[in-house]
């Protein structure tokens, strides 16, 4: 299950560099966005480091941990983990969070609340889609 997020900004760079920062502290989900997307090809998606793969960001999980390191305290575990490989595109969204287990109601409202909390200071607002 994949819950999408559509930007309305400005700012959408601060607010992907947000949603990125705040998506450390979730395990239950990896994400994709469009800068990570950028630095990315095509050619590099494969299957989830939990499902066997291998991280996807140049540089391997030291690549990852470079990439995050600006946004918090991350471990080099959830380097393994944090960004989606699946292969699913962005489309006209800007961000995913793709879940490893199917989330029930709650988790889906605990996501939205934390979405709200995290973009209310820049002014950002947004639109989430969730889809199996």
Do not use: N
């Amino acid at each position: 299950m994949i819950s999408y997020i559509k930007l309305y900004g400005p700012p959408v760079y601060d607010a992907i560099k947000a949603l990125e920062k705040m998506s450390i502290e979730m395990p239950e989900v990896c994400i994709m966005d469009t800068m990570i997307e950028a630095t990315i090809p095509s050619s590099s998606y494969g299957p989830d480091d939990r499902m066997g793969g291998t991280p996807l960001i140049p540089g391997g999980a030291t690549g990852v941990y470079e990439y995050f390191r600006d946004l918090g305290q991350i471990t080099m575990e959830r380097c393994g983990s944090i960004i989606s490989g699946s292969g699913e595109g962005l489309g006209e969204h800007d961000f995913y969070f793709r879940w490893f287990k199917e989330p029930d109601m709650e988790q889906l409202k605990k996501l939205i609340r934390q979405i709200d909390e995290t973009l209310k200071p820049l002014g950002v607002r947004y639109t989430i889609t969730t889809k199996r």
